[in-house]
């Protein structure tokens, strides 16, 4: 091709995309999950992903560590009783398959707060030092009024229940349940 023909060429291809309009940009990649670092910082949003996963896969109820369950992204496997769905959703190093950390050990990694400034991702705990197979957890969700009478939790609550997401009042729980942050979330 002569040199006027490559020039032509070119300004052809240039007045071509001229006339098309503007090139539209590149479709935004789908936003990737943070990785997770087992142990480590968490937000509250990832918390609740991963525990909306195990509510979504219904994961039945089982004491025993051998019937650990996968995690979101398949990381880690947690014992799917109530401390074990706590453990899973904060991301908390497991030692050994499936044992996560139970109901009077959490305190060990979380803090005591006010029922006011309760966030997504928190935990509500019933301690029973009396007899530790009465305490219970549960995650908070949200407040379901603006009055913050009542909240969504998500639990694993036993055989009977299974994964579940209810409301409950703070009058009917406050006495038995105490308020705790994982504190490592953000």
Same mark, same amino acid.
């Given at each position: ?7 032509w060429l070119g300004l052809s291809v ?20 943070? #990785? ?15 525990? #909306?996963?195990?509510?979504?896969? =219904?994961?039945?109820?089982?004491? =025993? ?11 880690? %496997?947690?014992?799917? =009783? ?17 044992? #996560?950390?139970?109901?009077?050990e959490l305190p060990r990694v979380s803090? %005591? ?18 007899? %530790?197979?009465?305490?219970? /957890? ?29 409301? /409950?009042?703070?009058?009917? /729980? %406050? ?12």
């Open positions: 091709m002569t040199t006027r023909g490559r020039r240039v007045a071509a995309l001229a006339l098309a309009g503007p090139v539209p940009a590149p479709a935004p990649a789908a936003a990737a999950l943070p #990785a997770t670092v087992y142990g480590g910082r968490i937000s509250s949003a990832t918390v609740m992903r991963r525990a #909306a996963n195990w509510l979504r896969r =219904d994961i039945a109820y089982s004491q =025993d560590n051998r019937r650990a369950r996968w995690d979101l992204g398949h990381g880690r %496997r947690y014992r799917p =009783d109530c401390s074990g769905f706590v453990s899973m959703a904060w991301a908390l190093e497991t030692r050994g398959v499936g044992r #996560a950390l139970v109901t009077w803090t %005591r707060i006010g029922w006011s400034r309760l966030r997504p991702g928190d935990i509500l705990l019933r301690l029973v030092p009396e007899n %530790r197979a009465r305490g219970h /957890v549960v995650i908070f969700q949200a407040w379901v009024d603006r009055t913050r009478t009542r909240a969504w939790i998500i639990e694993q609550s036993g055989r009977e229940f299974g994964m579940r997401r209810k409301t /409950v009042t703070v009058a009917g /729980v %406050r006495n038995a349940f105490h308020p705790y942050r994982y504190r490592r979330i953000y």
